[in-house]
């Protein structure tokens, strides 16, 4: 689904919105803004929006007139070269790995040395800010020190503590919380007005707020691949944690049946990508153990609480409650394989592994305290 950056039409962050057209029509633009809540929730689409429509020309020249209609037209020069990547007055980075590294401030800097595209704010949004590393942090509080005129840095993160408390000091903070489950229930029906109930109530829970990552859900075909993963992977390594048994023969299955495995989606057959997708296609990589940290937080909540209605896969609580007590394996055996699993995605995130021995090992490591 193509990105929305028209500012009044982001979902569920009104206030904040609110805020920041105050800011620019009130002429009252900071050298600096910190956007901080949960992952996914729309800080990055708001920033970039943010930025956007406060370049866009025809806005400028409404502007004039209506104080109040800060938004992206999507047509005049500015507005086209941002969908294309090509406007030279804004600057994105994020993490390489797991950090930021001091290069990356440096292209900042040399980014500022140009002459800007447009005669107007120039911005520098920074994704992911807490990931910076000591030199990049340093490097960049003495540019915040003597800010340019007209230049926004919009840093985003979901652990502001993280942050230097001196970076933090020179910029106004934005708060952003999930959305509500009735506003975001209510965007999901617009565009998917045939959307059941029931498929709307798990994708709820699993969503936590996030537009983006309901959407995902429903385009990343997540029910079909949790059922992969329950009769390829749950049902087989349970079954081997109460033999003791070896599970490398789990390992290879997974990573031949998922490059086979099928969805449908309006009736079209398609590939269900999982852990043995191209190395080019980052997000499969990853997301497939996330849709597995999902299913594993389902098992350890069930086995210390005995509350369905608490689980996010609610509507397959059988398989849950036997995967927390007829395999014999404790909440500490559980909460072992959740930590291993976030160790693999982080691996995954930050290191170019080898794909066979890292599933390899992943699963080995899943029933090995």
Excluded: W
Excluded at 4 to 32: A, V
Excluded at 161 to 173: F, G, K, N, Y
Excluded at 207 to 233: H, M, P, Q, T, W
Excluded at 326 to 340: N, Y
């Amino acid at each position: 689904m193509a990105l929305n950056y028209n500012l009044s039409e982001i979902i569920g962050h009104k206030k904040q919105i609110d805020f920041l057209s105050g800011l620019y029509s009130s002429q009252r633009m900071p050298s600096g803004l910190l956007f901080y809540g949960q992952k996914n929730i729309g800080k990055n689409i708001t920033a970039l929006s943010f930025a956007a429509s406060v370049l866009c020309r025809d806005y400028a020249e409404n502007f004039k007139t209506d104080s109040s209609s800060l938004n992206f037209c999507g047509k005049c020069p500015s507005c086209l070269s941002f969908l294309n990547g090509m406007n030279q007055n804004i600057f994105t980075a994020g993490s390489s790995g797991n950090s930021i590294k001091i290069e990356t401030i440096h292209q900042i800097t040399s980014f500022l040395a140009l002459k800007p595209q447009y005669p107007t704010h120039r911005f520098i949004i920074i994704n992911d800010a807490s990931a910076m590393n000591p030199s990049a942090s340093n490097a960049l509080l003495k540019i915040l020190e003597e800010p340019q005129e007209k230049t926004v840095f919009i840093l985003i993160t979901s652990s502001p503590s993280m942050l230097a408390p001196t970076i933090v000091s020179r910029c106004i903070l934005l708060s952003f919380a999930p959305i509500a489950d009735e506003i975001l229930s209510g965007a999901v029906k617009l565009t998917y007005p045939d959307i059941k109930a029931d498929k709307l109530k798990i994708f709820l829970k699993l969503a936590r707020g996030s537009y983006s990552g309901f959407i995902r859900l429903i385009e990343g075909g997540y029910l079909e691949k949790r059922d992969f993963l329950i009769n390829n992977v749950f049902k087989k390594l349970f079954s081997e944690f109460r033999k003791k048994g070896d599970i490398y023969g789990i390992s290879a299955e997974f990573a031949s049946k998922s490059k086979g495995a099928k969805k449908k989606n309006g009736g079209i057959d398609a590939e269900v990508k999982g852990a043995a997708a191209d190395e080019d296609e980052d997000e499969d990589k990853t997301y497939i153990f996330e849709l597995i940290l999902f299913i594993f937080r389902d098992i350890y909540i069930y086995s210390l609480l005995k509350d369905e209605e608490i689980l996010y896969n609610e509507d397959i609580a059988g398989e849950i409650k036997k995967f927390a007590f007829e395999s014999g394996a404790s909440p500490e055996d559980i909460r072992h394989m959740i930590e291993t699993t976030v160790l693999h995605i982080e691996k995954i995130n930050g290191y170019n592994l080898n794909k066979s021995i890292s599933i390899d090992s992943y699963f080995s490591n899943l029933i090995s305290a």
